[in-house]
């Protein structure tokens, strides 16, 4: 159970208009009062620590104290994060462009430092390049990337100036995707989040997510409108349907028509395999969600999450089941 200090500065940062919201979502999909939900959300506060989008996004409004139970919460996510992960390193991941040259073997194509670079380094970075992708070397969700279309600027003197206007420092050649990737959704490179937890020299897999762009955006985040869904490691195939940040559910992607379940992952066992031994260059940073993206040749990381959060991997809609992860880290952290 939580601690009283902790549970007051949830209480005080709570923002009482998205609290509404999501007494209203709650409603919507149980029938219940606000009141008889608000009241509920304080007692799964309170009993397994958890805040008022755990309560909506996990589906607890449908759940037996039992079932709750093996929910990685807020809370508890806060003591996983604090056993296996020395936050003193963050700035490997959170830095892109460190992350770019620590994982430089992993990531599969060329980047670049926008911020430093000469206009010559640049010039020869964009020969041959129909579009590049660039970044903030700092953010999360997919915010501030933007996809250029080098044909668009006179010249890459005019190019590299909007770059550096944006403060766009991270630079790199696009991804080529599978085939059987792109079918799902062409417009944006629809990449896997793959999360790996070093616990005594083995490298464990949490879960396995496949994250979708939508509406012809080239960001596959749910920040930024994507979409994602439940993939079975053993199988390689997806099994669940999908849904975004605001609850809603596809059965088949809204673009493409491509049913989800049952649809085959390319090269699964690879992409484990990369995020595994990716987990075991800095083991100082043991609970990693890897964005890894498969390409005709292989799979290829894009980046490293030190923060992985509980949002992607227990969502209602991909586990009918109602069983949550704190059973898995109670089991391999021996809590």
Not at 101 to 108: H, K, L, V
Not at 179 to 198: E, F, G, Y
Not at 252 to 257: C, Q, V, W
Request: with cysteine; glycine share 8%; charged share 25%.
């Amino acid at each position: 159970m939580p601690s009283i200090k902790y549970l007051a500065r949830v209480i005080k940062g709570v923002r009482f208009d998205k609290l509404n919201y999501i007494l209203g979502v709650v409603k919507e999909k149980s029938g219940h009062s606000k009141l008889r939900s608000f009241c509920d959300i304080l007692w799964c506060s309170l009993r397994y620590g958890a805040g008022y989008y755990d309560y909506a996004m996990f589906g607890f409004y449908a759940m037996n104290g039992k079932q709750r139970n093996t929910y990685l919460t807020r809370v508890r996510n806060k003591k996983v994060f604090e056993l296996m992960n020395d936050y003193s390193i963050g700035n490997e991941f959170d830095d892109k462009l460190r992350f770019n040259a620590r994982f430089s073997e992993f990531i599969g194509r060329k980047y670049l430092d926008g911020e430093h670079c000469s206009l010559e380094e640049f010039k020869e970075f964009i020969q041959d390049q129909e579009s590049i992708f660039a970044k903030p070397n700092h953010g999360d969700c997919g915010r501030g990337i933007e996809k250029l279309k080098v044909a668009d600027y006179a010249d890459a003197e005019e190019l590299l100036r909007y770059i550096r206007q944006k403060e766009l420092s991270i630079l790199e050649h696009c991804i080529r995707q599978h085939p059987q990737m792109a079918k799902l959704n062409p417009s944006s490179v629809n990449s896997l989040r793959i999360v790996t937890d070093l616990v005594d020299d083995t490298v464990h897999i949490a879960y396995v997510m496949v994250k979708l762009g939508t509406g012809g955006g080239h960001c596959d985040n749910t920040g930024q409108g994507g979409i994602l869904c439940r993939v079975d490691e053993t199988t390689g195939k997806i099994r669940s349907v999908a849904t975004d940040d605001f609850f809603h559910i596809y059965e088949k992607h809204p673009d493409t028509g491509v049913e989800f379940v049952g649809y085959e992952i390319p090269m699964l066992n690879e992409a484990i395999a990369l995020a595994k031994k990716a987990a075991l260059v800095l083991p100082k940073m043991r609970h990693v969600g890897w964005d890894v993206a498969i390409t005709p040749d292989g799979p290829v990381i894009i980046e490293g999450n030190e923060y992985p959060g509980t949002d992607l991997c227990q969502l209602a809609p991909h586990y009918p089941e109602k069983q949550g992860l704190w059973p898995y880290y109670k089991k391999i952290l021996k809590l």
